[in-house]
């Protein structure tokens, strides 16, 4: 009586283990996921790119001086598996984009609809179908991942309504 009730306990102590070994470190990847969503999001559109970098050092946004009338600046980074890019005309902040892969795509979704709520509207650019939200003079994109595809993008830019190319 005693072996059987020791191996329950045994087992049962071996999965809680295992579960505190899988979600635990899942949980942390998702509040590190929000906590970036929420930094970017919270960056001003039309910001200096300068005071940019001074926020995120890990961005990086190569000197475009000499070649500025030819292409517009942009910063770049792999942040922990996301790709971030900012577009910067006139070396300001104008678009954030975010490429999240696998797993991490659901902490994109959850984020936006927690933050913003249902979407304002959806339509398709190129092919691929999207959601779109309007904040506070903020337009924030969301593609549908596409048959085969792993990742999905949010794209932050300023104005109201619908993004550009949908109706």
């Known amino acids: 009586m005693k072996r059987p ?3 329950a306990v045994a087992v049962g102590l071996a999965a809680i283990a295992l579960a505190a070994g ?3 470190p899942r949980a942390r990847r ?4 929000y906590r970036l969503f929420d930094s970017l999001a919270a960056v001003p559109l039309g910001r200096r790119v300068d005071s940019l970098r001074l ?3 890990w961005l990086h946004c190569p000197e475009m001086t000499d070649h500025a009338a030819e292409h ?8 922990d598996g996301r790709d971030v890019t900012v577009n910067a005309p006139a070396y300001r902040v104008g678009t954030i984009a975010v490429m999240v892969f696998g797993r991490d795509r659901t902490d994109l979704v959850a984020w936006v609809q ?12 190129d092919g691929n179908p999207l959601q779109w939200w309007n904040a506070s003079g903020t337009t924030v994109t969301l593609t549908e991942p596409s048959p085969g595809s792993r990742a999905r993008e949010l794209v932050i830019r300023a ?5 550009p190319g949908c109706a």
């Not at 517009?72 to 942040?79: F, G, H, L, Q, Y």
């Open 5 to 7: 009730l020791a191996t």
């Open 22 to 24: 899988l979600l635990v």
């Open 30 to 33: 998702r509040a590190h996921n």
């Open 55 to 57: 926020a995120f050092p």
């Open 72 to 79: 517009e600046p942009v910063c770049a980074a792999d942040a």
């Open 114 to 125: 927690a933050r913003l709520g249902a979407p304002s509207g959806r339509c398709s650019l």
């Open 159 to 163: 104005g109201g309504g619908a993004p």
